[in-house]
């Protein structure tokens, strides 16, 4: 009966685990696919002076570990003046990590859309970014989502 009183002294601190992994998995993807959307945008029209600063982000996010990036963001930051509490640690880290991986599925995705896609919003009046918004972006969204199999 000793497991009993351990899960019941333990469920409390488990549930709160729960609570707060939830937590951290919906901010991060939320905010990490409006970065990502937003990184995806600037690299593919190729902006002369962010392009290759998003695409240093990038390379860097997905090029260094996690744990490295947390410990950086945690233990780094303070030594510049900025400090942050652990769970406001933790969101910032996680959404730029996640922002680096989805931008280049985001990215992937608009390169995939056919070229003639673009000549036939262009060919109708659209603007580039009427374009990317009406006829693009939608056909992306296919493509950069993955398919479910027929079971």
Do not use: H, K
């Not at 695409?55 to 990036?69: D, E, H, K």
């Not at 959404?95 to 919003?121: F, H, I, K, P």
């Amino acid at each position: 009966m000793a497991w009993l009183e351990l899960a019941r002294e333990a469920l409390p601190v488990l549930m709160t685990g729960a609570l707060y992994t939830l937590m951290f998995a919906v901010v991060s993807m939320v905010l990490g696919l409006t970065l990502g959307f937003v990184v995806a945008l600037i690299r593919f029209a190729a902006v002369p002076l962010l392009a290759p600063l998003v695409s240093v982000y990038v390379s860097l996010m997905r090029g260094t570990p996690l744990l490295v990036q947390i410990f950086v963001i945690y233990y780094g930051l303070p030594s510049v003046g900025i400090e942050f509490q652990p769970i406001t640690a933790g969101i910032p880290a996680l959404t730029l990590n996640v922002a680096a991986y989805l931008s280049e599925s985001m990215r992937g995705a608009l390169n995939g859309v056919d070229r003639g896609q673009w000549d036939a919003a262009l060919s109708l009046g659209l603007t580039r970014w009427q374009s990317v918004q009406c006829v693009i972006a939608p056909q992306a969204l296919r493509l950069a989502v993955p398919s479910r199999p027929i079971a």
